[in-house]
Structures are given as structure tokens and as C-alpha cells.
């Protein structure tokens, strides 16, 4: 890891911004300085751009650390800030979404139809006793109703816990039982890859096993179009219930700490955290940075975030940043090679994209296919493009930039988390001179620091630990139900300054390159996944003994998931390798969801372990990397590494 920084840290190409783009850009160097003379200042200005009902005094109360509030005596309607506002200042007639689905179906709603929609929604949501605090579960395709109903959630006061529609009924049940949710909104199907994949089906199958749970109802939007069934008194078409509801619906101003949502994501434990964002900073920062990081023209852009709503970065720059900013965004409910391999742009030439917000594994995925699918297609509307999820490497910038950017456009390349809650490091277009693999500098606003395990900044060209060292708007405010996990997690380590998971290191400039995660946490195509979840999923099964998973690199998904499996002896001749394989694959995706399925099963007579017992994940990489396997001194039984080895060999 250490020497391949090295040769990514001699990249030596520079971008300055452009005379052109800096003439014309949202923020320019000044900001830096304003928010350093005063952060706080700087935070509340930002906040001020919101409509607040009832305005704040309080910018930061931090007494009882790490349980911040923000604009805590200040009161607000997010889903008013996200709609209503924009048509009262008469922009009721600028698209909001252009919606394409993926067999070829599109539609558009402007501000006015999208705010009709969400008080219809939340008038149905009302209807069903969905009142301020309560959990709704999400488990929907990427359809503009998803947007509609996070807002509609939103509007009431109540919190949305969005579960990814690849997680399976397994995962849904566990997140719908940890947040207690009332009511869930989920569709028939939705497309992907050509085909419908069920949605309700797994609903049903998430509630009827076991115990009782504590959903109510069930809202099933038509999308699939697929069989279906259907428990009466429980389940819900949504059409029907919007088709009868009031389209009147007035925002009601909630506290700016009330919360907003619980997005669950995976951590060094088997049980997913449910972190939990509130109100008003949330959106103060999701919209200053999606304006300040995308060089944001609200009346002439034309905005595309690839990700789904199921992660965080949906949540921040699909739903809440862009729409709190009024912009015009594209919204695409399947896959970049359906149902051909130019799909993506051939939805930038349609719709005049001039912003992309996508991931190093997509950019990294058309590199492969080659550059003629693209330059079949007109992207010369594109000005500004953006990248998160894991580091970008130098070689798919300068592709990203030149082939898909036309050798002119910048690249933002961001880091944050789903603790985070909006981007943390990023350039701005209009002032960074832009350093291919680098995630630069923090956002205005926002303090960062390396340090060493005591605590101590390791000042420039060292590796050391990310910690974010002051309070920020949209910081995560708690583990859902386990304000211990929390503290625990994040800030046993640094007191007051925030642990991210991530290793860092600063140059002679000072920007900051990420070197990945310090924890047992893989990052499989932008996508955070615990070894640990996936090794109880495996553990799960009766012919497992014992499991250990390792991310190993992977040059398509930047790390992939590669499992070491001890099968139980009294099973040792139920199945071959090739089917014990293949079984425990489909096993881990039944439990966790497709996205978790190892790319790698390996049956071993042992796992290496040092003399407490701990599993020696080190030396598994080493071997899931093909790389000469390392020090084996602490092990408990030094054998075990040649076995394994040799069996594999
Ligand atoms: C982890 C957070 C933020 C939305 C997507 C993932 C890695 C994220 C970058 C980047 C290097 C990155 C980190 C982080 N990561 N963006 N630009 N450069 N690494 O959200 O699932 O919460 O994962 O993704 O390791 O800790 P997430």
C-alpha cells in the first residue's frame, strides 16, 4: 500500500481552473478565508439560505460532545426547503426530475408537480397515522416515487430508514425490527438488466417470518408490473391511496435536531448501524456543498447523480442537496449497459447533462469496454464531473477527463462516508488546481486532520489515521438504539475529534490522499461491506465450522470479497469444492443481498490464527492477492499457512 501511494503521490500532472470557469464560478478562493476567519459564522450563513419557520440563535452546542446540535432553537420543514420554496419564488415550472427508466419509459415532474406529489403522499402517509418520529421503511427501485416518499417522511417530521432494494428480505427484516417501522413503501418489481426484479415478494417474505413485527401497512407503488400478492387490511396500492388523497398538505416547521432519516451501513461488527442524520445542518451541508463543489447554476444546469437511494450519496445529492437548490437533475432507474453499453450517454446527450456525479468502479467498468461507446455520443454539454466512493486512481481521471470530459472539464474527486452525511474533501472546480488521485483539501468549513494512534498530527508525506477535529453540520448524531456503539465507534479513540475508518497521508502541499480503510471494512464498488457480517452470514449455514473473509484487490471493483471457509467434518463429503462454492455464494447473497456474494470461496482444512485465537486476516489477503504470504511468526501453529498454500497452488 505504502509504495503504491508513493508512485501515485509523483503524479505530477496539474489542472489549474480555467479563466472561463473561474469567471463565472458559484464560489471563489475568497470562501476559504471567511470560514477560517469564523467557521461558525461561515456555517450559519450557510445555514441562513434555508427557510427557516422559526430562525436560530444557536449555531453550535457541543457541551455534550460527541453528541452535537446544530441550530438546535431553530425550526424548519426540510421537504418546504426541497419544493415549496422554490414554486412561491416562481420557479413552480423548472423541472425537478427527468426521470428515464430503464426500458426506454421517461417522465418529468417540475417543482410545482413534484411538491403536489409529495403533499399527496404525505397526506396518504398521514392518513395511515404516520406522525412526527415514526420510521417508515424504503425499499423501492430508483423511480421518482422514491424521491416522493423520502420527502413525503420528510414533510411530516417522521424518519425514512431507506433500505437498498439489493438487500434481501433477510437485511430488510433485521433494519425494519431495529428501527421498529411502521410503515413500509416499497414497488412490484423494478427493471433491471432487462429483467423485473421483485421488490413485494421480499416485503412479504421480510414480515412473515417469524415474530410479529411492527409494521402496519404496506404502500406498494406499480412498477414491475409483476404478480404480486396481497395481504388485505395490510396492503396498499399507491396509486389508489394518492389518486384519493388531498393535494393540500401544509409544511408544519419541526427543530432543526429532529431527525431525518437512518441509513444503515455496515461496520467491523455482524450487526449493520443504523446512523442517524437530523435536520437542519444535514441539509445546510448537503446543499452548500452539492452548489459549492458542483459550481451549482440552479437555472441553466443540468444535474446527474448516478447512485442509487439506497446509499448515502443518493440521499445528500439525489434527494435533499439538488432538490434544496432548486436544480434540474436526471434521475435513471437501471443499469450504465441496458440495454446497450452506451446507456449512460446516451441519457447525457438526451437530456444536456452538464454535471456527472458517478464512482471509480463505473468510470473504471468503460475504460474496459473502450472509448468508441462513448465518443459515439455528443457530451460536449458536460462541464463539471465528480467522483466518490473510493479513490479514483490517476489513469481512470485522465480517462474520466478526456474521454467522457472532452479534456476540459474538471474532476471533483470526493471523500465522505455515510457518517459524514455530505462531502467533506473535494477541490471547487473554480479555484483548486486539480491533482489527479488526490481527494485535496477540506470543504470550507470543515477542520481534517492526520494523526498517529496517540493522537499526534504526523504532519506532511506521512500515513496516518483521517479524523475530522471539529463538529460539522451534517455529522452523523447517533447509532440508532445504541448511543454506546457510537461513542464506542468514533470517538473512544480522539475525545472530541471524529475517527473515520479511513488512512490518510498529506503532501508537500498539504492535500490529502486516502489510502483506504484501517478497519476490518472492504469497500466493493464503492460500496462499504463488513467482513464480519459476511463471515456470521457464512457461519450461518450448517456445513460451516468457521469463516474468515478478507477484501482483496480487485482491479474492476477496487477490492472484492474473498472467503476462507473450514466446512465441519461431519460434512465434509456432502458436497465437492466446486458445489460447497457455489452453495455458500447463493448463501451469503440470501442472507446479506447480491452485493455481498464472494467473488472467491476457498475450502481450508484451517484458519490462521495467533495464539489468543484472532483470525490473521493479513496473511488471508496475502494469499486472496496471490502476493508471498507474510510474517507468520505470531501464529499459533505455523504449519497452517503452508496447507493452506500448498492446497491452493
Ligand atoms: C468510505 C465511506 C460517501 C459516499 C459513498 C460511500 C471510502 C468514499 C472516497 C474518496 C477515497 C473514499 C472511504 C470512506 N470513500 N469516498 N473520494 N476517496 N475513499 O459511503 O459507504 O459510507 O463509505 O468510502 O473509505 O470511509 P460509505
Same mark, same amino acid.
Given at each position: 500500500?505504502?509504495?503504491?501511494?508513493?508512485?501515485?503521490?509523483?503524479?505530477?500532472?496539474?489542472?489549474?481552473?480555467?479563466?472561463?470557469?473561474?469567471?463565472?464560478?458559484?464560489?471563489?478562493?475568497?470562501?476559504?478565508?471567511?470560514?477560517?476567519?469564523?467557521?461558525?459564522?461561515?456555517?450559519?450563513?450557510?445555514?441562513?439560505?434555508?427557510?427557516?419557520?422559526?430562525?436560530?440563535?444557536?449555531?453550535?452546542?457541543?457541551?455534550?460532545?460527541?453528541?452535537?446540535?446544530?441550530?438546535?432553537?431553530?425550526?424548519?420543514?426540510?421537504?418546504?426547503?426541497?419544493?415549496?420554496?422554490?414554486?412561491?419564488?416562481?420557479?413552480?415550472?423548472?423541472?425537478?426530475?427527468?426521470?428515464?427508466?430503464?426500458?426506454?419509459?421517461?417522465?418529468?415532474?417540475?417543482?410545482?408537480?413534484?411538491?403536489?406529489?409529495?403533499?399527496?403522499?404525505?397526506?396518504?402517509?398521514?392518513?395511515?397515522?404516520?406522525?412526527?418520529? @415514526?420510521?417508515?421503511?424504503?425499499?423501492?427501485?430508483?423511480?421518482?416515487?422514491?424521491?416522493?416518499?423520502?420527502?413525503?417522511?420528510?414533510?411530516?417530521?417522521?424518519?425514512?430508514?431507506?433500505?437498498?432494494?439489493?438487500?434481501?428480505?433477510?437485511?430488510?427484516?433485521?433494519?425494519?425490527?431495529?428501527?421498529?417501522?411502521?410503515?413500509?413503501?416499497?414497488?412490484?418489481?423494478?427493471?433491471?438488466?432487462?429483467?423485473?426484479?421483485?421488490?413485494?415478494?421480499?416485503?412479504?417474505?421480510?414480515?412473515?417470518?417469524?415474530?410479529?413485527?411492527? =409494521?402496519?401497512?404496506?404502500?406498494?407503488?406499480?412498477?414491475?408490473?409483476?404478480?404480486?400478492?396481497?395481504?388485505?387490511?395490510?396492503?396498499?396500492?399507491? @396509486?389508489?391511496?394518492?389518486?384519493?388523497?388531498?393535494?393540500?398538505?401544509?409544511?408544519?416547521?419541526?427543530?432543526?435536531?429532529?431527525?431525518?432519516?437512518?441509513?444503515?451501513?455496515?461496520?467491523?461488527?455482524?450487526?449493520?448501524?443504523?446512523?442517524?442524520?437530523?435536520?437542519?445542518?444535514?441539509?445546510?451541508?448537503?446543499?452548500?456543498?452539492?452548489?459549492?463543489?458542483?459550481?451549482?447554476?440552479?437555472?441553466?444546469?443540468?444535474?446527474?447523480?448516478?447512485?442509487? =437511494?439506497?446509499?448515502?450519496?443518493?440521499?445528500?445529492?439525489?434527494?435533499?442537496?439538488?432538490?434544496?437548490?432548486?436544480?434540474?437533475?436526471?434521475?435513471?432507474?437501471?443499469?450504465?449497459?441496458?440495454?446497450?453499453?452506451?446507456?449512460?450517454?446516451?441519457?447525457?446527450?438526451?437530456?444536456?447533462?452538464?454535471?456527472?456525479?458517478?464512482?471509480?468502479?463505473?468510470?473504471?467498468?468503460?475504460?474496459?469496454?473502450?472509448?468508441?461507446?462513448?465518443?459515439?455520443?455528443?457530451?460536449?454539454?458536460?462541464?463539471?464531473?465528480?467522483?466518490?466512493?473510493?479513490?479514483?486512481?490517476?489513469?481512470?481521471?485522465?480517462?474520466?477527463?478526456?474521454?467522457?470530459?472532452?479534456?476540459?472539464?474538471?474532476?471533483?474527486?470526493?471523500?465522505?462516508?455515510?457518517?459524514?452525511?455530505?462531502?467533506?474533501?473535494?477541490?471547487?472546480?473554480?479555484?483548486?488546481?486539480?491533482?489527479?488521485?488526490?481527494?485535496?483539501?477540506?470543504?470550507?468549513?470543515?477542520?481534517?486532520?492526520?494523526?498517529?494512534?496517540?493522537?499526534?498530527?504526523?504532519?506532511?508525506?506521512?500515513?496516518?489515521?483521517?479524523?475530522?477535529?471539529?463538529?460539522?453540520?451534517?455529522?452523523?448524531?447517533?447509532?440508532?438504539?445504541?448511543?454506546?456503539?457510537?461513542?464506542?465507534?468514533?470517538?473512544?479513540?480522539?475525545?472530541?475529534?471524529?475517527?473515520?475508518?479511513?488512512?490518510?497521508?498529506?503532501?508537500?502541499?498539504?492535500?490529502?490522499?486516502?489510502?483506504?480503510?484501517? @478497519?476490518?471494512?472492504?469497500?466493493?464498488?464503492?460500496?462499504?461491506?463488513?467482513?464480519?457480517?459476511?463471515?456470521?452470514?457464512?457461519?450461518?449455514?450448517?456445513?460451516?465450522?468457521?469463516?474468515?473473509?478478507?477484501?482483496?484487490?480487485?482491479?474492476?471493483?477496487?477490492?472484492?470479497?474473498?472467503?476462507?471457509?473450514?466446512?465441519?467434518?461431519?460434512?465434509?463429503?456432502?458436497?465437492?469444492?466446486?458445489?460447497?462454492?457455489?452453495?455458500?455464494?447463493?448463501?451469503?447473497?440470501?442472507?446479506?443481498?447480491?452485493?455481498?456474494?464472494?467473488?472467491?470461496?476457498?475450502?481450508?482444512?484451517?484458519?490462521?490464527?495467533?495464539?489468543?485465537?484472532?483470525?490473521?486476516?493479513?496473511?488471508?489477503?496475502?494469499?486472496?492477492?496471490?502476493?508471498?504470504?507474510?510474517?507468520?511468526?505470531?501464529?499459533?501453529?505455523?504449519?497452517?499457512?503452508?496447507?493452506?498454500?500448498?492446497?491452493?497452488?
Amino acid at each position: 500500500m505504502v509504495t503504491r501511494i508513493d508512485n501515485l503521490m509523483h503524479e505530477s500532472r496539474r489542472f489549474p481552473p480555467t479563466v472561463e470557469f473561474i469567471a463565472d464560478s458559484v464560489v471563489g478562493p475568497e470562501i476559504y478565508a471567511a470560514a477560517a476567519a469564523d467557521r461558525l459564522a461561515f456555517w450559519a450563513d450557510q445555514a441562513r439560505t434555508l427557510h427557516w419557520h422559526k430562525p436560530f440563535t444557536r449555531t453550535l452546542d457541543w457541551e455534550d460532545a460527541p453528541f452535537a446540535k446544530w441550530f438546535d432553537d431553530g425550526a424548519l420543514n426540510v421537504a418546504y426547503n426541497c419544493l415549496d420554496r422554490h414554486v412561491l419564488a416562481g420557479n413552480g415550472d423548472r423541472v425537478a426530475l427527468y426521470f428515464e427508466g430503464e426500458p426506454g419509459d421517461s417522465r418529468s415532474y417540475t417543482y410545482a408537480e413534484l411538491t403536489a406529489e409529495v403533499k399527496r403522499a404525505a397526506n396518504v402517509m398521514a392518513g395511515l397515522g404516520i406522525v412526527q418520529g @415514526d420510521r417508515v421503511a424504503v425499499y423501492l427501485p430508483m423511480i421518482p416515487e422514491a424521491v416522493i416518499t423520502m420527502l413525503a417522511v420528510a414533510r411530516l417530521g417522521a424518519v425514512h430508514s431507506v433500505i437498498f432494494g439489493g438487500f434481501s428480505s433477510e437485511s430488510l427484516r433485521s433494519r425494519i425490527d431495529d428501527a421498529s417501522a411502521k410503515l413500509v413503501v416499497t414497488a412490484d418489481g423494478g427493471y433491471r438488466k432487462g429483467k423485473v426484479f421483485p421488490l413485494k415478494h421480499a416485503v412479504d417474505a421480510a414480515l412473515a417470518a417469524g415474530t410479529e413485527s411492527s =409494521v402496519e401497512h404496506v404502500l406498494v407503488v406499480k412498477r414491475g408490473g409483476n404478480e404480486v400478492e396481497w395481504q388485505h387490511g395490510r396492503d396498499l396500492w399507491w @396509486d389508489e391511496e394518492m389518486a384519493a388523497a388531498d393535494v393540500e398538505h401544509e409544511a408544519m416547521p419541526f427543530p432543526a435536531e429532529n431527525p431525518l432519516f437512518i441509513l444503515y451501513t455496515s461496520g467491523t461488527t455482524g450487526k449493520p448501524k443504523g446512523v442517524l442524520h437530523t435536520s437542519g445542518g444535514y441539509l445546510t451541508q448537503t446543499s452548500f456543498t452539492h452548489r459549492a463543489v458542483f459550481d451549482l447554476h440552479p437555472e441553466t444546469d443540468i444535474y446527474w447523480c448516478t447512485a442509487d =437511494v439506497g446509499w448515502i450519496t443518493g440521499h445528500s445529492y439525489v434527494t435533499y442537496g439538488p432538490l434544496a437548490n432548486g436544480a434540474t437533475q436526471v434521475m435513471y432507474e437501471g443499469t450504465p449497459d441496458s440495454p446497450h453499453p452506451g446507456r449512460w450517454w446516451e441519457i447525457i446527450q438526451k437530456y444536456g447533462v452538464t454535471i456527472l456525479y458517478t464512482a471509480p468502479t463505473a468510470i473504471r467498468s468503460f475504460m474496459k469496454i473502450g472509448r468508441h461507446i462513448p465518443q459515439a455520443f455528443d457530451l460536449s454539454s458536460l462541464r463539471v464531473l465528480g467522483s466518490v466512493g473510493e479513490p479514483i486512481n490517476p489513469e481512470a481521471w485522465i480517462w474520466y477527463r478526456d474521454i467522457i470530459g472532452g479534456g476540459n472539464t474538471p474532476i471533483v474527486d470526493t471523500w465522505w462516508q455515510t457518517e459524514t452525511g455530505a462531502i467533506m474533501l473535494s477541490a471547487l472546480p473554480g479555484v483548486t488546481t486539480l491533482k489527479p488521485g488526490a481527494a485535496q483539501v477540506p470543504i470550507p468549513g470543515i477542520a481534517i486532520e492526520v494523526l498517529d494512534e496517540a493522537g499526534t498530527d504526523v504532519g506532511l508525506n506521512s500515513g496516518g489515521l483521517l479524523v475530522v477535529s471539529e463538529p460539522w453540520p451534517s455529522m452523523i448524531r447517533g447509532i440508532w438504539g445504541d448511543p454506546e456503539r457510537f461513542v464506542e465507534t468514533y470517538w473512544e479513540k480522539f475525545g472530541t475529534k471524529y475517527f473515520a475508518g479511513d488512512g490518510a497521508r498529506r503532501d508537500h502541499d498539504g492535500d490529502y490522499w486516502l489510502l483506504g480503510r484501517v @478497519d476490518d471494512v472492504m469497500n466493493v464498488s464503492g460500496h462499504r461491506l463488513s467482513t464480519a457480517e459476511i463471515e456470521s452470514a457464512l457461519v450461518s449455514h450448517p456445513m460451516v465450522a468457521e469463516a474468515a473473509v478478507v477484501g482483496a484487490e480487485d482491479e474492476a471493483t477496487g477490492q472484492a470479497v474473498v472467503a476462507f471457509v473450514v466446512i465441519k467434518e461431519s460434512q465434509a463429503h456432502a458436497a465437492t469444492a466446486d458445489e460447497a462454492s457455489t452453495l455458500l455464494r447463493a448463501h451469503v447473497a440470501e442472507q446479506i443481498g447480491a452485493i455481498a456474494r464472494p467473488k472467491l470461496v476457498f475450502l481450508v482444512a484451517e484458519l490462521p490464527k495467533t495464539r489468543s485465537g484472532k483470525i490473521m486476516r493479513r496473511l488471508l489477503k496475502d494469499v486472496a492477492e496471490g502476493r508471498e504470504v507474510g510474517d507468520t511468526t505470531t501464529l499459533a501453529d505455523t504449519s497452517v499457512m503452508r496447507i493452506i498454500t500448498d492446497k491452493l497452488s
